[in-house]
């Protein structure tokens, strides 16, 4: 792993970089720690160039301003890391939050992608009206104003299935905790105001695959992924475990990723070429 400062506009990004071959950016969500994947990028290393950043504000990238965030700009990193970093095309993975950015990366920015997959993004906006989990943004909000980030982030954690029952590294929690008057304070609107360019997205000239956990049937964030691929004519997949299964089994979710991202890479069934066979007959 080699890990650098890339300049932005107005910020210092802090990336990681793992491996060699087809690049391959990952986009954490709320708290927008790189930690997040250490686990999944060294398994995914022997395959591809796995980029990995603590978002703009975030951890140890610097960028904190107080003014809120609109999704344009955290899209506008993500574009500027692919352009600095992998010659300026990537395959996208994101979770959470980091679907969101990866979509409207997608929409906004498809001439630096090759490929994106959507984890569980929260996009509550796409829920049938009337729906009471459109209010989850809303609520963290208020509790947010009333208890300030403590409160807040009890009530998120309690909204997320399967936390509490494995441990975070020390070091990324350390981290997660000090981010958190930046995501409710500064982040938090970007997100919750969130509906995907249908049209955009439809038209884009690489695959996009949304998913969810299979463990998380029936939550805000999972639901949605399910509408948005409705909507866009896109491919759906069922990923292993929970919202944050790349924390609690980082093998076991990699596994997942490695067989999409290498399907995106290849174009659905030609032999990418690192797999292909040399002069000799025998595999590269």
Known sequence: M????????????????????PALLMISGARGDAGYYTGVAEELADAFTVITYDRRGNSRSTGRSGAPMDLAEQAADARALIEGLAGGRALVFG??????????????????MAGLIAHEPPAVNVLPDGDPERGFFAELASRYAEGGAPAA???FGETVRGEGSYRWPDDLWRRFLGNQDHLFGTEWPGFAAFLPDET?????????VLGAGAEDRGTYYARPSIEIAHRIGAPWAEFPGIHLEFLRDASRFAAAVRALATQMH???GQVPPQWSAGTDGQAI
């Open 153 to 155: 982030g009890r009530r």
């Open 200 to 208: 955009a997205l439809k038209s884009t000239p690489f695959p996009i």
């Open 2 to 21: 080699r890990t650098e400062v890339f300049e932005v506009d107005g910020a210092g990004l802090y990336c990681e970089l793992r491996g060699s071959g």
């Open 266 to 268: 290849s174009g659905g």
């Open 95 to 112: 979770n959470s939050g980091g679907a969101i950015i990866g979509l409207t990366l997608a929409a906004r920015h498809p001439e630096v």
